[in-house]
Every structure is written in structure tokens, then in C-alpha cells.
């Protein structure tokens, strides 16, 4: 997770929207097809809207990428041109830092220290069934591949 290149940026999330879409396409495929029954299916100007609001969700994600494949704000004095062209990219990806970052901390202290409210309660189900997922507060790397016994570790000897 976020070991390579710039940091995720969530370009989707949940919406009433994106159900209502997803559920009026499980009612349509649900109906039969054919038969006597002729079952009109109009679309709205909320579906032609939100369908439009992807397309440009998904041109700015591809615009992003070419700009993270350009430019590296990690790089000596590209953070400051950055910051210069196109501020939203900079700011967007600290946002999403300090999201992910808050994720792995409230899940670290529910684990340690209990559920004491029902919003701890709701987040750890959704955590748990798998609902959502993020980041961990914990080394990526096993430490024992890194681990070198010293001269009188009863590990050398294992």
C-alpha cells in the first residue's frame, strides 16, 4: 500500500447515486425479457448527470496520472512548480495522506482500546466485513527477513 509513486488519490466514492444506479441496473436485468409485458424504463436527467460527472471524474484521473508520470513533487524543486501549474494536485494528494492516515490511526485504537461509541461500532463493521479497507499502522516488510543474529544470538545457530 503507497509504497510506489505518488499517493492514491480516492477519485470514487459512495453515493445515494451510485446505489440508485446500480440498483435500477440489478431491477433491470432482474425483469424477463420478452413475453406480452412491455416494461418502459425511462432515464432520468439525474442518471445522464451523475454518468456525465464519472466521465469527467475519469478524465481528471487520467490527467492526474500523466501529471504524476511528468512531474515528481518528491524531486528537488518540482513541488514548488506544482504548486505553481496546479495546486488542486498537491493539496488533493495531502488530503488523501491525512485521510489514510486517520483510517489506519482509528482502527489501531478501536483494536487496542474497545468500541466506545456506536460510531466505533458501525466503522469496525464495515472494517471487519470488508465494506472498507485502508491502510495499517505497521511496517510493510517482515522483520525477520531483515533480522541479522549477532555473534552469540541463538538465532545464528538455528
Given at each position: 500500500?503507497?509504497?510506489?509513486?505518488?499517493?492514491?488519490?480516492?477519485?470514487?466514492?459512495?453515493?445515494?447515486?451510485?446505489?440508485?444506479?446500480?440498483?435500477?441496473?440489478?431491477?433491470r436485468?432482474?425483469?424477463?425479457?420478452?413475453?406480452?409485458?412491455?416494461?418502459?424504463?425511462?432515464?432520468?436527467?439525474?442518471?445522464?448527470?451523475?454518468?456525465?460527472d464519472?466521465?469527467?471524474?475519469?478524465?481528471?484521473?487520467?490527467?492526474?496520472?500523466?501529471?504524476?508520470?511528468?512531474?515528481?513533487?518528491?524531486?528537488?524543486?518540482?513541488?514548488?512548480?506544482?504548486?505553481?501549474?496546479?495546486?488542486?494536485?498537491?493539496?488533493?494528494?495531502?488530503?488523501?495522506?491525512?485521510?489514510?492516515?486517520?483510517?489506519?490511526?482509528?482502527?489501531?485504537?478501536?483494536?487496542?482500546?474497545?468500541?466506545?461509541?456506536?460510531?466505533?461500532?458501525?466503522?469496525?463493521?464495515?472494517?471487519?466485513?470488508?465494506?472498507?479497507?485502508?491502510?495499517?499502522?505497521?511496517?510493510?516488510t517482515?522483520?525477520?527477513?531483515?533480522?541479522?543474529?549477532?555473534?552469540?544470538?541463538?538465532?545464528?545457530?538455528?
Amino acid at each position: 500500500y503507497n509504497m510506489g509513486g505518488a499517493p492514491p488519490v480516492k477519485y470514487t466514492i459512495p453515493s445515494a447515486q451510485k446505489e440508485r444506479l446500480v440498483a435500477r441496473q440489478a431491477v433491470r436485468e432482474a425483469t424477463p425479457v420478452g413475453g406480452a409485458t412491455l416494461r418502459t424504463d425511462p432515464i432520468t436527467d439525474e442518471e445522464v448527470t451523475y454518468l456525465q460527472d464519472m466521465k469527467a471524474l475519469a478524465e481528471k484521473a487520467d490527467f492526474d496520472n500523466y501529471v504524476t508520470r511528468l512531474l515528481d513533487p518528491r524531486q528537488p524543486g518540482q513541488l514548488r512548480i506544482l504548486m505553481d501549474l496546479y495546486p488542486q494536485y498537491v493539496h488533493e494528494r495531502i488530503q488523501q495522506s491525512h485521510t489514510d492516515h486517520e483510517f489506519a490511526l482509528r482502527n489501531d485504537l478501536i483494536d487496542m482500546w474497545g468500541i466506545n461509541t456506536f460510531d466505533d461500532l458501525h466503522f469496525k463493521y464495515l472494517v471487519d466485513q470488508g465494506k472498507i479497507s485502508g491502510p495499517t499502522l505497521q511496517r510493510s516488510t517482515n522483520l525477520n527477513a531483515e533480522y541479522t543474529p549477532g555473534m552469540l544470538s541463538p538465532f545464528r545457530f538455528l
